[in-house]
T-cell receptor, first 117, second 117 residues
Framework: GAVVSQHPSWVICKSGTSVKIECRSL??????MFWYRQFPKQSLMLMAT?????????EQGVEKDKFLINHASLTLSTLTVTSAHPEDSSFYIC?????????????FGNGTRLTVT | AQTVTQSQPEMSVQEAETVTLSCTYD???????LFWYKQPPSRQMILVIR??????QNATENRFSVNFQKAAKSFSLKISDSQLGDTAMYFC??????????????FGKGTKLSVIP
């Protein structure tokens, strides 16, 4: 149980275009999802917390207009990288908290490798 | 703010041997949760083990166990009978409930573990 599906797994786009990444909780409802960015050989950096039915909460230094987050349902959150630039190239991972009470861990999607040319 | 420190950027262990990965954290909270996640080359984040701060007993999951020292704010991971498939990045994570169903998760920088045949 507690499967998180992330799509696409790899996307290559041209500079200036926008890219949408989807994160779905397949067998549970997630009122909160998290979006992380991971640079090579580094840890996960929390970008924002996605809340169903309300605005996302962004971490300091993360541009809200650059990284648009929409949590339209209890099973889907999307991250749109707008007007992508080469420096946006990175590995993006979403996660959602599983069921099972207060100590439920986060379950992660497989990640999306974004390459902006 | 919480900080999570993994002081060993890289470690190696012979197959079938035992290895311990260290993790320390800094917090003023009394209610929190600790996790170890594994990230193999596929980059999928996989939960290895979890520990509730209010439990004194160390968590164990098959070959994986933790040494949780709450007073010392230490949360080390022991891998017994190391297998080649254990080769991965290991991240220590601290989770603090913020109330109203929200919570904060902080990752360490990771330890790259290589299991040598």
């Amino acid at each position: 149980g507690a499967v998180v599906s992330q799509h696409p797994s790899w996307v290559i786009c041209k500079s200036g275009t926008s890219v949408k990444i989807e994160c779905r909780s397949l067998d549970f409802q997630a009122t909160t999802m998290f979006w992380y960015r991971q640079f090579p050989k580094q840890s996960l950096m929390l970008m924002a917390t996605s809340n169903e039915g309300s605005k996302a909460t962004y971490e300091q230094g993360v541009e809200k207009d650059k990284f648009l987050i929409n949590h339209a349902s209890l099973t889907l959150s999307t991250l749109t990288v707008t007007s992508a630039h080469p420096e946006d190239s990175s590995f993006y991972i979403c996660s959602a908290r599983g069921f099972g009470g207060r100590n439920s861990p986060l379950h992660f999607g497989n990640g999306t490798r974004l390459t902006v040319t | 703010a919480q900080t999570v420190t993994q002081s060993q950027p890289e470690m190696s262990v012979q197959e079938a041997e035992t290895v311990t990965l260290s993790c320390t954290y800094d917090t003023s909270e009394s209610n929190y949760y600790l996790f170890w996640y594994k990230q193999p080359p596929s980059r999928q984040m996989i939960l290895v083990i979890r520990q509730e701060a209010y439990k004194q007993q160390n968590a164990t999951e098959n070959r994986f166990s933790v040494n949780f020292q709450k007073a010392a704010k230490s949360f080390s991971l022991k891998i017994s009978d190391s297998q080649l498939g254990d080769t991965a990045m290991y991240f220590c994570a601290f989770m603090k409930p913020l109330g109203s169903g929200s919570y904060q998760l902080t990752f360490g920088k990771g330890t790259k573990l290589s299991v040598i045949p």
